[in-house]
């Protein structure tokens, strides 16, 4: 019997066919590079369900839900920098 994982949520990164997402996006330091390239991809991505802001709105929360306790306070607030700026790029603000 093979043991299922734990780890669905680092399959879910690894293997999602949503976005093309640049290598380490969510551990650079500049919030505005991140949402650029967050955006750049769900703009590029034919595979989407939804727009390309939900698309990449939600790869982003995915990710700062995911890591939890072990996202430095320092990144998650980049993170969270980076969603205010998703929404200006999109234009939903």
Not at 48 to 74: D, T
Request: no cysteine.
């Amino acid at each position: 019997m093979k043991k299922r994982s734990n780890k669905w949520s680092a399959k879910v990164t690894r293997e999602s066919r949503a976005l093309d997402l640049e290598e380490g996006v969510f551990t650079w330091k500049d919030p505005m590079k991140i949402a650029k390239s967050l955006q750049q991809s769900a703009l590029s991505s034919h595979r989407r369900k939804g727009s390309p802001y939900q698309s990449a709105m939600s790869m982003l929360n995915f990710y700062i839900n995911r890591a939890g306790k072990k996202l430095p306070p320092e990144q998650k607030e980049i993170l969270i920098h980076a969603k205010t700026l998703l929404r200006t790029l999109f234009k939903k603000d």
